[in-house]
């Protein structure tokens, strides 16, 4: 999706810290759920990613600002709204075709339920912040991901940032290894998590790949969200069956909710993920991926100030030197994985400008 690489760093700044906010609440939001109201990580995750249909509310409020007039004509306006909506859908699936984008979006949807799944899993067991660090591993595997599958370049430079941002998540992970409580199946869980995370992202790489036509910084926004709505009608039409088989298996029983208590959290859970998922496209909107990429890290800090403020009995991550290091090699490492394609350019174009300048001085001689 292009950025519209918005002017004003106020905008910015608050827009990524939002995006930041955003991961940490969905992420407190759903230690909260499963461990005291509601154990039920896939019915939780099924329920919660049916939000993402709000997505089309955005591509019609767009289509309203892009053509008004079409919706004040009131002979025309069944029509127009057929036309637009086949027209969209129509240019959302691409050169890839519509049977195919749909068969990618329910191949995602179910991406998501295993990603959130293995991830609700662990943070019974661990703290938010110990997830979230953890997490960063899914950065270094989508760029692995991305050499095999979609036959990108590899650099050295990105290669260590990858030994970094591993050798850093280390850092913070082994020291809880030694307390007291049972966190190794959350960790492992966590990291299954990150690891269909970036499958996930690679996934949604391939889908915006196949289709090679050009698009405005509206249109591609406006993709985004379709394809975000797309992603929640899938989930909605083809989640319930895996909570069945579930529960057939007897791995999850299903239990219907019958108190309001927990109906209540789930709506508020639901809205919370939603808003992570338009935080972030729109976060990619303004700044750029990489932007969005990097600043992902900062997250570890903000979620253990969380934490401890709302004093979690789940594991949770030491103040100590191994935290520092760790979040100071994640952070380096993640800049290097990201940002390393643009720093290329601008040492080749300097590289380039020093040769012509040393080439006019040695003719003047």
Known sequence: ??????????????????????????????????????????????????????????????????????????????????????HRFQEWAGTMGITKAVGVCVCISQLLMALN????????????????????????????????????????????????????????????????????????????????????????RWLDRKNAAESSTREGFVDAHFTLGMIGVCNLLTGWPILIILHILDIEQFEWPNDRTVWSWLIVNGIVEYLFDVACAVAIYVTSPVVVSVTAPLTIPLSILVDRKLQTNEIGIPLDWFLFAGGVLVLVGTVLMKTKPYLSKITRSASEKRKQEDYGSQMVV
Not at 3 to 20: D, E, H, R, W
Not at 27 to 41: A, F, H, S, V
Not at 168 to 190: E, M
């Open 117 to 204: 799944v293995f991830m609700v899993s662990g943070l019974q067991c661990i703290s938010v912040s110990l997830s979230n660090a953890i997490y960063q591993l899914q950065t270094p595997l989508t760029i692995l991901l991305s050499m095999i599958w979609l036959k990108e370049r590899f650099c050295a430079t990105q290669a260590k940032g990858i030994i970094l941002a591993i050798v850093g998540v280390a850092f913070i992970v082994v020291p809880p290894l030694d307390s007291k409580y049972p966190c190794i199946k959350g960790i492992l869980q966590t990291i299954v998590s990150s690891m269909i995370g970036a499958v996930y992202l690679i996934s949604w």
């Open 1 to 86: 999706m292009p950025a519209m690489y918005c002017q004003k760093p106020l905008l910015q700044a608050l827009i990524v810290f939002f995006y930041l906010s955003t991961w940490v609440a969905n992420g407190e939001m759903l230690q909260k759920g499963t461990t005291q109201l509601y154990k039920r990580p896939a019915a939780i995750t099924w329920f919660s990613y049916n939000f993402m249909t709000l997505s089309f509310l955005w591509v019609a409020a767009l289509r309203r600002l892009n053509a008004p007039k079409d919706f004040q004509n009131k002979e025309n306006k069944r029509e127009s709204l057929t036309n637009y909506w086949r």
